[in-house]
């Protein structure tokens, strides 16, 4: 089983639609969750970053965290064309702290 | 402010040549990391440097060395490149504390022929 999960796509959503990335984690005493975009080519940069359970909303972006089910996602309003990149999920390890990576979802949000 | 920098963008070797990949930041941060992305296999962690005067290994440290010169400056080097060190190569950096939040240089993309 890998640490992080994310299923890795393509996801398509349409234009305006709501986009839902998951991504799941193994270490339960993970206490830092991260998403970062990555455009093709590009390095990636962070989105949102969440810390205890419930959501998080920043403009468009919405962090969930539930650390019972250990699950994390993201969820994007009114998606844009501007938003279809790889979305990768990060988790930090209890033992120290570094971020152990999901592989990435790549979302595709079709005009 | 430039954030963080990476030198060179892109490189050809052959087997066996060496090299080393050049990182600094200018957001004062005590921790840098090198990590590698392959198709498919996500962000894996080459060597850190949690701050200046210490590094430690990551997931994959073999074939790697590193140098963290100075609180700015962290370098990676390939001392006898082989082709399975074909990838895409970032520098990061973040302030080390719990909520370890990494901003990326924009890589080097390297291909060992």
């Known amino acids: 089983q890998k640490e992080v999960e994310q299923n890795s796509g393509p996801l398509s959503v349409p234009e305006g639609a709501i986009a839902s990335l998951n991504c799941t984690y193994s270490?339960?005493?993970?206490?830092?969750f991260f998403w970062y975009r990555q455009y093709s080519g590009k390095s990636p940069e962070l989105i949102m970053s969440?810390?205890s359970n419930g959501d998080k909303e920043d403009g468009r972006f919405t962090a969930q965290l539930n650390k019972a089910s250990q699950y994390v996602s993201l969820l994007i309003r009114d998606s844009q064309p501007s938003d279809s990149a790889t979305y990768l999920c990060?988790?930090?390890?209890?033992?120290?702290?570094?971020?152990?990576w999901g592989a990435g979802t790549k979302l595709i949000i079709k005009p | 402010n430039a954030g963080v920098t990476q030198t060179p963008k892109f490189q050809v070797l052959k087997t066996g040549q060496s090299m080393t990949l050049q990182c600094a930041q200018d957001m004062n941060h005590n921790s840098m990391y090198w990590y590698r992305q392959d198709p498919g296999m996500g962000l894996r962690l080459i060597y850190y440097?949690?701050?200046?005067?210490?590094?430690d290994k990551g997931e994959v440290p073999n074939g790697y060395n590193v140098s963290r010169l100075n609180k700015r400056e962290f370098s990676l080097r390939l001392e006898s490149a082989a082709p399975s060190q074909t990838s895409v190569y970032f520098c990061a950096s973040s302030t080390g504390t719990i909520e370890e939040t990494q901003y990326f240089g924009p890589g080097t993309r390297l291909l060992v022929l």
């Open positions: 270490d339960r005493g993970s206490q830092s």
């Open positions: 440097s949690a701050s200046e005067g210490t590094t």
């Open positions: 969440i810390y």
């Open positions: 990060a988790v930090n390890r209890d033992s120290n702290y570094q971020l152990i």
